[in-house]
């Protein structure tokens, strides 16, 4: 599954190109693109190319609780952004016990510490390894679930505001 929009610094591309290098996830995984809009005339032609049928590939659109449901069933969140400014995808999909294979880049190493998989966005071989890794082996993919689960609790409301409050105080 891959949640958002697909821009260049998103970069579904690298993964789509780890996809398709791999017979095995090929036959085995379908992938979802969750929000982001409709595919483009240039994301389609990148499909035909890398040889990756349209019927692997699934556009979905909706509200929270379609993507509650999409993050719930899920074999893996993949993450492969070049740089972000926090990276909050991955914390939901650990919210509802979805695995995450994230690239290692930006501060996503410190926002997920050690609840994801990581990979060099710029290493189709690494994204590849990596997705094959969590996907076919059920005790990392539980054990990324349950340090996701410990991670988010970091995140919730009330740690920030009992974090806000004490810099108040200590501000006074």
């Given at each position: 599954?891959?949640?958002?929009?697909?821009?260049?610094?998103?970069?579904?591309?690298?993964?789509?190109?780890?996809?398709?290098?791999?017979?095995?996830?090929?036959?085995?995984?379908?992938?979802?693109?969750?929000?982001?809009?409709?595919?483009?005339?240039l994301?389609?032609?990148?499909?035909?190319?890398?040889?990756?049928?349209?019927?692997?590939?699934?556009?979905?659109?909706?509200?929270?609780?379609?993507?509650?449901?999409?993050?719930?069933?899920?074999?893996?969140?993949?993450y492969?952004?070049?740089?972000?400014?926090?990276?909050?995808?991955?914390l939901?999909?650990?919210?509802?016990?979805?695995?995450?294979?994230?690239?290692?880049?930006?501060?996503?190493?410190?926002?997920?510490?050690?609840?994801?998989?990581?990979?060099?966005?710029?290493?189709?071989?690494?994204?590849?390894?990596?997705?094959?890794?969590?996907?076919?082996?059920?005790?990392?993919?539980?054990?990324?679930?349950?340090?996701?689960?410990?991670?988010?609790?970091?995140y919730s409301?009330?740690?920030?505001?009992?974090?806000?409050?004490?810099?108040?105080?200590?501000?006074?």
């Amino acid at each position: 599954m891959f949640v958002g929009n697909r821009t260049k610094y998103k970069n579904s591309l690298n993964f789509l190109k780890a996809y398709a290098n791999s017979t095995k996830l090929k036959n085995d995984f379908n992938i979802v693109f969750f929000g982001g809009g409709n595919f483009s005339i240039l994301e389609n032609n990148d499909l035909l190319k890398l040889g990756i049928k349209l019927n692997n590939i699934f556009y979905e659109d909706g509200d929270d609780n379609k993507l509650k449901l999409y993050y719930e069933n899920a074999n893996v969140l993949i993450y492969p952004s070049l740089y972000e400014g926090f990276g909050s995808v991955p914390l939901e999909a650990m919210n509802y016990g979805c695995p995450v294979v994230s690239s290692n880049t930006s501060c996503l190493p410190e926002v997920q510490g050690d609840a994801s998989l990581k990979f060099d966005p710029n290493s189709i071989d690494d994204i590849q390894h990596a997705l094959e890794k969590v996907l076919y082996s059920q005790t990392l993919s539980k054990e990324l679930i349950s340090k996701g689960y410990k991670k988010i609790k970091k995140y919730s409301w009330s740690e920030c505001a009992r974090e806000t409050a004490q810099l108040y105080n200590e501000l006074t």
